[in-house]
């Protein structure tokens, strides 16, 4: 089953990486006959219920970017999104297609889904607003904080930042973001020991939501 065009659905290519943004209206109708059998029983047994509708969206819009990078003869079921063994999604494909790697992320009524050939990648999307200051120390390191006082509007972009890294960098332990400090250059971040790797980035506007994406 090849996906019929999906309503506010978006999709732009960022240096390699397909990047697909579904929005959804609250009350719009939901479908599961994109999912493959091991999808929908995950679905069924393990997502909580309020958690499902977001779930699901995040499958299709994975699906649909892989049809845009791939062609519409990759079909919908036979992809399958499954998550690996610390959450991070991970897309199985038909023999002799990919591998492809992947990120997705949601806010509200919309997900995000990052797919790459080349690398690692990660994604996040957050509505375009301030960060609180009594929230600063769960992600930016002192340097960070003292450096988001001068310039309160580079901290929602650390936000962002931090948390596509981490996807993209999948650390065998989870770490705290405050622990991750990179190195900012012009589309290019690098992080010192003992992750010594460098990736590129950018940050893109969609309405009102911020999104940024980091590949290795
Ligand atoms: C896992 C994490 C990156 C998810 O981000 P979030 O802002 O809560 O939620 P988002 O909507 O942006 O992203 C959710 C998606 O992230 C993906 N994800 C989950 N765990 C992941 C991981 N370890 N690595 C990469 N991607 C992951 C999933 O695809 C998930 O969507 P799905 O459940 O529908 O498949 C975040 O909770 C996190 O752990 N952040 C940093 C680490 C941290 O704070 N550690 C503290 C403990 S030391």
Redesign the pocket.
């Given at each position: 089953m090849a996906i019929a065009p999906l309503e506010r659905f978006s999709f732009l290519w960022w240096n390699g990486v397909g990047v697909g943004v579904l929005e959804e209206r609250p009350e719009g109708p939901t479908s599961k006959d994109l999912l493959s059998p091991s999808e929908r029983s995950l679905l069924e047994e393990t997502?909580l219920p309020q958690?499902q509708r977001?779930?699901l969206?995040?499958?299709l819009v994975c699906k649909q970017v892989i049809q845009e990078l791939l062609g519409p003869e990759c079909l919908a079921p036979q992809v399958e999104?499954l998550?690996?063994p610390?959450?991070?999604?991970r897309v199985h494909l038909p023999e002799g297609l990919g591998p492809l790697d992947?990120?997705?992320?949601?806010?509200r009524t919309l997900?995000?889904a990052a797919v790459t050939a080349r690398g690692r990648v990660?994604?996040?999307?957050?509505p375009v607003a301030p960060i609180r200051q009594e929230l600063w120390r769960?992600?930016l390191s002192p340097d960070e904080r003292a450096r988001c006082e001068r310039e309160p509007e580079l901290a929602p972009r650390l936000w962002l930042l931090?948390?596509?890294l981490?996807?993209?960098?999948?650390?065998p332990?989870?770490?705290?973001?405050r622990?991750?400090q990179p190195e900012l250059g012009e589309g290019v971040l690098r992080l010192r020991a003992p992750f010594e790797q460098e990736f590129t980035f950018t940050f893109l506007a969609m309405g009102n939501h911020l999104l940024a994406v980091v590949r290795s």
């Open positions: 997502v958690r977001e779930w969206r995040g499958r999104v998550p690996g610390q959450g991070e999604p992947v990120s997705l992320s949601h806010a997900s995000v990660g994604v996040d999307v957050e769960f992600f931090k948390e596509a981490y996807k993209a960098l999948r650390p332990q989870p770490v705290p973001l622990t991750l």
